[in-house]
């Protein structure tokens, strides 16, 4: 069973900087694409960042220049790296995966997150002005 943890949320200012991280288990790392999603209050959830089974990465025209995804297929765990945060960005943050077939499905202006296979269980981020 495909299981996604996520930590590293919390409160910052604006200006400020957070590291999300998300330790996979249950697959084959290796052949899957991940992603960060975010939904705020009231709104529908929307992609972040994406980054295929090797280096291919894409991002929001909204985190763009703020917002770095990597992974490390050492051990096993996905990272978003939040700087210049702003209070919109204010959200709980999903880390998501799928196999490699269905990689559309992450694309952050794709639409399809109802399609995505995998989820996390979200952490919270706060930005404050």
């Known amino acids: 069973q495909v299981q996604l943890v996520e930590s590293g949320g919390g409160s910052v200012q604006a200006g400020g900087s957070l590291t999300l991280s998300c330790t996979v288990s249950?697959?084959?790392?290796?052949?899957?694409?991940m992603a960060w999603f975010r939904q705020a209050p009231g709104k529908e959830r929307e992609g972040v960042a994406s980054i295929d089974s090797g280096t291919f990465t894409k991002y929001a025209d909204s985190v763009k220049g703020r917002f770095t995804i990597r992974k490390d297929n050492v051990v096993n765990t996905l990272y978003l790296e939040m700087n210049s945060l702003e209070p919109e960005d204010t959200a709980t943050y999903y880390c998501?995966?799928?196999?490699?077939?269905?990689?559309?499905?992450?694309?952050?202006?794709?639409?399809?997150?109802?399609?995505?296979?995998?989820w996390g269980q979200g952490t919270q981020v706060t930005v404050s002005s």
């Open positions: 998501a995966a799928e196999n490699y077939l269905n990689c559309g499905n992450l694309f952050p202006s794709g639409g399809r997150w109802r399609l995505v296979s995998y």
């Open positions: 249950g697959y084959r790392y290796r052949l899957y694409c």
